[in-house]
């Protein structure tokens, strides 16, 4: 059973920056296929970036392609992902995902999901 943990939300100032992290345990973290996904008030639970299990190939929506940045560190068993020009209408929990296929972690039919943290953003 993998557990994930996000860290790292907080307010922030429209323009300004956020990294988040997650930490996962109870798994082969080098095998998974990571993702991030982001839950704003009264809105679905919507994809925002996958990484795979090497860390070569990423995807984004692309309302974050250019500001967002997803990575992994697998001797540390953590995904990371860098935002940047960060706009009001980022404002969501954003949820850690995990699973061994990445089609299915794109697809938010991830095994392995996280609590989530809280991004606000302040216009």
């Known amino acids: 059973q993998v557990q994930l943990v996000e860290s790292g939300g907080e307010t922030v100032q429209a323009g300004g920056s956020l990294r988040l992290s997650c930490a996962a345990s109870?798994?082969?973290?080098?095998?998974?296929?990571m993702g991030w996904f982001r839950q704003a008030p009264g809105k679905e639970r919507e994809f925002v970036a996958a990484?795979?299990?090497?860390?070569?190939?990423?995807y984004y929506t692309d309302s974050v392609k250019g500001r967002f940045t997803i990575s992994r560190d697998n001797a540390k068993n953590t995904v990371y992902i860098q935002m940047n020009s960060l706009l009001p209408e980022d404002t969501a929990v954003y949820y850690c995902?995990?699973?061994?296929?990445?089609?299915?972690?794109?697809?938010?039919?991830?095994?392995?999901w996280g609590q989530g943290t809280q991004v606000t953003v302040s216009s």
């Open positions: 995902a995990a699973d061994s296929d990445i089609v299915r972690v794109r697809r938010r039919r991830s095994n392995y």
């Open positions: 990484v795979d299990w090497g860390g070569r190939t990423t």
């Open positions: 109870g798994g082969t973290f080098s095998v998974l296929a």
